[in-house]
């Protein structure tokens, strides 16, 4: 399994600020992930991140907005930009433990834009 | 592509009640099946999983089993509590390293005394 903590864990933001949140894993990872849930909806996925290499986009994210950096095998970082009402959400950060299938998330970070 | 279908909620229950939460899935090749569980105000904690047809997944009381021969994972639990109130996600990962999660909508689950 893996441990994922994710900072902040909540936070209320001012319309047109960026957030970054940050990701760290207790054990070094190829693939982590960036999910947002919307309130009351399932899990998107924004993007993936591997270590040394561009995060691959989701259809409807865009870099731009949401700009992320995977520095090394144990952390990442994801920014949401220029915020508005509509980015309220919770963002999950989670990774696949690479001795099997399965990926672990996050506790999650529950932003409100006011 | 791939999908994931899971019944509508929310589902009320009297606890101690048997609880069954549908779900069938459609992806190309042997996916891996997965349920997520967010309980309220938290992330998402992986429930159990089944990575090849006809294994049973199970951990704190439920279970799944892995279905091919109807593309389904439904979850069950044969007595809930009032603590399993609760998000549930069915959700898979399709075969090869490069795979991601998709996910179900959600099932919402209330357990009542």
């Known amino acids: 399994s893996a441990v994922i903590s994710q900072k902040p864990s909540r936070d209320i933001c001012q319309r047109g600020t960026s957030l970054t949140i940050q990701c760290q894993v207790d054990?070094?990872?190829?693939?982590m992930f960036w999910y947002r849930q919307q309130p009351g909806q399932s899990l998107t996925l924004i993007a993936t991140?591997?270590?040394?290499?561009?995060?691959?986009?989701e259809s409807g994210f865009v870099i731009d907005k949401f700009p992320i950096s995977r520095p090394n095998l144990t952390f990442s970082t994801l920014t949401v930009s220029n915020m508005s009402p509509e980015d309220s959400s919770i963002y999950l950060c989670?990774?696949?433990?690479?001795?099997?299938?399965?990926?672990?998330f996050g506790e999650g970070s529950w932003l409100t834009v006011v | 592509g791939d999908s994931v279908t899971q019944m509508e909620g929310p589902v009320t229950l009297s606890e101690e009640a048997f609880l069954t939460i549908n779900c069938t899935y459609t992806?190309?090749?042997?996916?891996?099946l997965f349920w997520y569980v967010q309980y309220p105000g938290e992330g998402l904690q992986l429930l159990l999983k089944a990575t090849k047809a006809d294994d049973k997944g199970s951990n704190k009381g439920f279970e799944a089993t892995y279905r091919k021969e109807t593309t389904s994972f439904h979850l069950e639990k044969g007595s809930v509590q009032v603590s399993d109130s609760a998000v549930y996600f069915c959700?898979?990962?399709?075969?090869?390293?490069?795979?991601?999660?998709?996910f179900g909508t959600g099932t919402r689950l209330q357990v009542t005394l």
């Open positions: 959700a898979l990962s399709g075969t090869g390293t490069a795979s991601k999660l998709t």
């Open positions: 054990s070094q990872v190829t693939m």
């Open positions: 989670s990774a696949r433990v690479d001795s099997g299938n399965t990926i672990y």
């Open positions: 991140a591997n270590q040394g290499s561009e995060a691959t986009y």
């Open positions: 992806a190309t090749g042997y996916p891996s």
